[in-house]
Structure formats: structure tokens, C-alpha cells
């Protein structure tokens, strides 16, 4: 067989892997392979971004839009670094990447030599899994255990540390079919007998909760989670990852979320439920609060392809271990009657008694205000990119999401400066449907470089920036719980957003009188190529309801008083002239 370089086999791998799309930014020592590239340019479509973390995150957009991993090619040292916070925020929230970096050859790493970096120790706590190539016939092997590795069981990042003269080097390229890994064998089938379990204690509840998460999302099972609700008329939640839950009968949906920023009804429902069936979910702090007063009458029962979830925020009194399409196909397989519309008809009383609301003004666009009018003008298969803080939770609260992965965010990391190239990635991805991005101003500036990626490749990606002159969530709390003493939150000196898009090639409008918000909506719904609309929102306004940290989900703050100074800190300096 003849041989062929590192650099040469990494492309053949990902043709095998069908891999069509890579992001990323060249260098020094990954120009080998960026020049094999050239050779394939005509089977794999190259992204160039403007920085790394912006090219990771749009790789993990295209993941999520996807459901196929998402590949970044990036060289070593501060081209790898500058990957990190992108990578962690993708392990966090379960999604499949393969990160080929470039590091130094072979005998000069650990010489401290130009640009080198430990790629692999800096990597390992927020990897799935990594290597670093050391021989050109373990090259093929590694790749096929990356996407292998990347893409079963629960999902998360891999990286692949890739060394300059492996990358030249010649060798036998024998790609393996399949992968056996002894200490890797995911569990997909559930227990039968906690399946039973289960079924046994639906039979006996009164009060059941299905509580949606991402698991569903990434594992492509929604529509199996809509025919469980409506089989046997269970009302369901989702966390800020399980949007899309769309039963035919719509009172068995709860929308909004439950949680630290979820609906007075949403965290009524788990905390008054006896039956809690979780599919998919990390029970995250933002979720429980409290872990001693979460669904404190309910037997709780978990089910998720990782075992490390199961039993480690909450009790569990019936753990599931496996893959969501199998158990559901499990629990869906029982035929039996039971009547939860007592239950469901009380939720909907709790829903009507205590609506998501907020204020509405004649001076101010209201942030939840313009949310809702966006959800009405776009399709409901738009994808929407929130960034992280208020602007995620009112995205979160007030858009109309109708399909599964349609909400992406940064979820478990919390990154600001994800929402914009995640954006990109996804549009990519998914070029046919819209997709439609909410950043804040604080977060839309941590990679507003990537709107010169937006202009060269003539994405026709939609961004909304909710300007509120602050670090708003971070603002919120100090407001909260600091006695309004607002330590360096404060962003009275934004630009003009709308004029920086306009000067990169990026049609733009700003807006700051609430008579406004309709037509911007309607225009940006309706125009066919990039746009971004710079809203200047009511700086006093704050994501409720509220559960403090550590607090009970079912005591929320249902009212905060504005903090009227606000309008005097803020003056909001060039950007309202």
C-alpha cells in the first residue's frame, strides 16, 4: 500500500468520517496541513474566522444545527489556547467536536520552543478525550477513535494534538472500520426492570412531571418524548436545553422553564408532582436551587447515557442508565389507562393565575417586548442563538419555540461572545432555515470580530444586540443582593453597533422607541441577506421571576423595584446620540 503524509491522512479521515465543513484559522505549525488543504478544497468546505475561540464556537453551532461533529484545524501554542474557553463551553453542554491542533515537533516539545504549548494537559479536564500523535502509523487509529469517541455515548469535545513532523511524515494510511475500545463501552440499553419501575409508579401517581433536557435534544428523541406525553397525558418542563417540546394537546406543556429564571407554574409543577421523570438532564444548580427542597413529594426518576449524572446533584430513587431512543421505545411499548387531567387542569389554573409578565412603557423597549414580536415574525423552524445573561433567560422566557434544536446557548460554562459565531456555525449548517441571534452588548463585544466572517462568506445571519448600557445579569445581582452598588457594570461608553456592522459590509438599523420594535422585526424577518439591529432596552429592567442562589423553586422573587438611578448611572453616552 502506498504511503502518504500526516497531513494527507487527516483529510483522507475526515472524507471517511464524511466530514464537508471545517473552521478554523492557519499557522505555523499546522501550515502542512492547512497547505494539504488546498488539494481538497473541492470536497470540504473551509471557514476562515478571525479569532479561535470564534471558529470552536462556530463549530459547535454547526454541531447543534447538525447533529454531526463539528471540526476545527487551528496551529499550537496561542492557536490552541485561544480554543479553550470554546471547548469547555461545548463539554459542558454535551457536544461533539474534534479539535486538531498543531504543536511543535516531536523533539522539540518540552524545550519551551516557539508557540508550544501542553495542548493535552491544558485540555484534558474539559475533553471527553485527547492524544497526542507520536507516531504516523497510530495516526489513522487515533482519528477514527476521535469522531468515534466524539460522537456516542453522551457527546463532548475531543481534541487531536497534532506535531509538525508527524504532519510530514509518511505512512501506511489504514483507516479502521470499527473501533474497539475495552475501557469505552457506553450503555445504551436500560434496565427492564427500572423500566418496569417506572411504568409501575405512572400507574400509581396522581401528580407526574416529565422533565425535558438537552439528552433529548442531542439525541434526536423529541418526537418520542411528544407521543410519551400524549399517550398517557403527562404534563411536561424543559430546561434551557430542552426547548422544542410540542405535544398535540398543548396543555400538557409547560413553556418557559423551571429554575433559578423558570415560571412560577414550571417550578409549582416539580415542586408539587409525585412522579418526576427526568430524560436527558444534569440537574444543574441553576435547576434545583436548593437540592434538599427539589420536587420534595416526587419519586425522581433519572434517565441518561451517562451514569456520572445519575444520583450526583439529586436523589434518584429509579435510575435509568441508557440511551433516551431505546428507553422511550421501552416506556412507549405499555398500554394502560390512566386520568391526569385533575393534574393538568390545576397547572393550567397555576399557568393563567401567574403568567410570565413584565411592564410595559411608552419610553423604553422593553426587552421581553421585542423577544415576542421577533418569535411572531420569524418561522417556527428558526433557530435562535442566545448569548449568556439576561438576554438568554428573557430569550428563554418569552420566544415561542415550536421545534426541537431550535434554542442554542451556552448552558453549563455560561460563555459570553458564544452567541455570534455559534450563530454563524449554525446558519452554516443549516443554510435553508433562519437563524437568528440575541446577544447582549457586553457579550456581542467579546467576538465582534466575526462579523468580518459574516461579510466575507455573506452569511445571511440575523442578530438582534439588547443594549442596556451594563453587564446586565452580573448588574441584576448587584442590584439584588449588593445594594445597588454597581461595580464595573456599567457600559456608558458602547459604540454604535449598528454603524460598526454598517462600515464591515453588514446592513443595520438601531431602534430605542418602543413604536419602533414592530417594523425593525418585520424588516429583519423579511430581508435576505446579513442584518443586525442595534435595540437600545429599559437598563432598569431585570430577568423575573428570581430564585436566589441556594434558594427553594418554589419561592421565587416575583417583583423587583427598579432601580430608577439607573437611568441617571447609566446616561447612556454616544450610544443614544
Not at 481534541?159 to 510530514?168: E, G, S, T
Not at 421565587?556 to 447609566?570: R, W
Request: with cysteine; hydrophobic share 40%.
Amino acid at each position: 500500500m502506498k504511503k502518504i503524509k500526516g497531513s494527507k491522512m487527516l483529510f483522507e479521515a475526515l472524507l471517511k468520517e464524511n466530514v464537508d465543513t471545517i473552521f478554523g484559522i492557519p499557522g505555523g505549525a499546522i501550515i502542512n496541513v492547512y497547505d494539504e488543504l488546498c488539494d481538497y478544497e473541492n470536497k470540504i468546505k473551509f471557514y476562515l474566522f478571525r479569532h479561535e475561540q470564534g471558529a470552536t464556537h462556530a463549530a459547535d453551532g454547526y454541531a447543534r444545527a447538525t447533529g454531526k461533529p463539528g471540526v476545527v484545524l487551528v496551529t499550537s501554542g496561542p492557536g490552541a489556547t485561544n480554543t479553550v474557553t470554546a471547548i469547555a463551553t461545548a463539554y459542558m453542554d454535551s457536544i461533539p467536536l474534534v479539535v486538531i491542533t498543531g504543536q511543535v515537533p516531536t523533539s522539540m516539545i518540552g524545550t519551551d520552543a516557539f508557540q508550544e504549548s501542553d495542548v493535552t494537559g491544558i485540555t484534558m479536564p474539559i475533553t471527553k478525550h485527547n492524544h497526542l500523535v507520536t507516531n504516523i502509523e497510530e495516526f489513522p487509529q487515533v482519528l477514527k477513535e476521535a469522531f468515534h469517541i466524539a460522537t456516542t455515548g453522551r457527546p463532548g469535545p475531543v481534541v487531536i494534538d497534532l506535531p509538525k513532523d508527524i504532519q510530514i511524515a509518511e505512512g501506511t494510511f489504514n483507516y479502521p472500520e470499527e473501533v474497539n475500545l475495552p475501557s469505552y463501552k457506553p450503555n445504551v440499553k436500560g434496565h427492564p426492570r427500572q423500566i418496569k419501575t417506572t411504568m409501575e409508579l405512572l400507574k400509581k401517581s396522581k401528580k407526574p412531571l416529565v422533565l425535558v433536557g438537552g439528552g433529548v435534544n442531542l439525541s434526536g428523541t423529541m418526537s418520542l418524548v411528544n407521543r410519551f406525553l400524549d399517550k398517557f397525558g403527562i404534563p411536561a418542563v424543559a430546561t434551557l436545553m430542552g426547548r422544542g417540546v410540542k405535544p398535540s394537546n398543548p396543555k400538557l406543556y409547560l413553556p418557559g422553564g423551571i429554575g433559578m429564571h423558570g415560571t412560577y407554574y414550571g417550578n409549582y409543577a416539580v415542586s408539587n408532582s409525585d412522579l418526576l421523570i427526568a430524560l436527558g438532564v444534569r440537574f444543574s444548580d441553576r435547576i434545583i436551587g436548593n437540592p434538599k427542597y427539589f420536587a420534595p413529594n416526587a419519586k425522581i426518576v433519572h434517565v441518561d447515557i451517562d451514569p456520572a449524572e445519575i444520583g450526583k446533584n439529586v436523589r434518584v430513587d429509579v435510575p435509568i442508565v441508557g440511551d433516551l431512543r431505546n428507553v422511550l421505545e421501552k416506556f412507549l411499548e405499555y398500554d394502560f389507562e390512566v386520568d391526569f387531567s385533575n393534574w393538568v387542569e390545576e397547572l393550567q389554573k397555576i399557568k393563567e393565575s401567574h403568567p410570565l409578565t413584565y411592564p410595559k412603557s411608552d419610553k423604553y423597549i422593553k426587552p421581553q417586548y421585542l423577544i415576542e414580536k421577533a418569535s411572531e415574525y420569524f418561522p417556527e423552524d428558526t433557530i435562535v442563538v442566545s448569548d449568556v445573561g439576561q438576554n438568554q433567560m428573557w430569550v428563554a422566557q418569552f420566544y415561542k419555540f415550536h421545534n426541537p434544536r431550535s434554542f442554542f446557548c451556552s448552558g453549563g460554562l455560561g460563555t459570553m461572545g458564544y452567541a455570534l459565531p455559534a450563530g454563524i456555525g449554525a446558519k452554516i449548517g443549516q443554510p435553508h432555515r433562519e437563524v437568528i441571534v440575541f446577544a447582549g452588548d457586553g457579550g456581542f463585544q467579546m467576538n465582534i470580530q466575526e462579523l468580518m466572517t459574516i461579510n466575507r462568506y455573506k452569511i445571511p445571519l440575523k442578530i438582534v444586540v439588547l443594549d442596556n448600557n451594563s453587564l446586565g445579569m452580573v448588574r441584576q445581582w448587584q442590584q439584588l443582593f449588593f445594594k445597588c452598588r454597581y461595580s464595573a457594570t456599567i457600559l456608558d461608553d458602547n459604540p454604535e453597533f449598528s454603524k460598526i456592522a454598517e462600515v464591515v459590509g453588514i446592513k443595520a438599523l438601531k431602534i430605542q422607541r418602543p413604536d419602533e420594535v414592530e417594523k425593525a422585526m418585520r424588516e429583519l424577518a423579511e430581508y435576505e441577506g446579513p442584518m443586525l439591529v442595534h435595540a437600545l432596552v429599559d437598563p432598569r429592567e431585570n430577568v423575573l421571576p428570581m430564585v436566589p442562589p441556594g434558594g427553594k423553586i418554589s419561592e421565587p422573587y416575583l417583583t423587583a423595584p427598579y432601580d430608577e438611578n439607573l437611568e441617571k448611572v447609566v446616561k447612556r453616552g454616544g450610544s443614544n446620540e
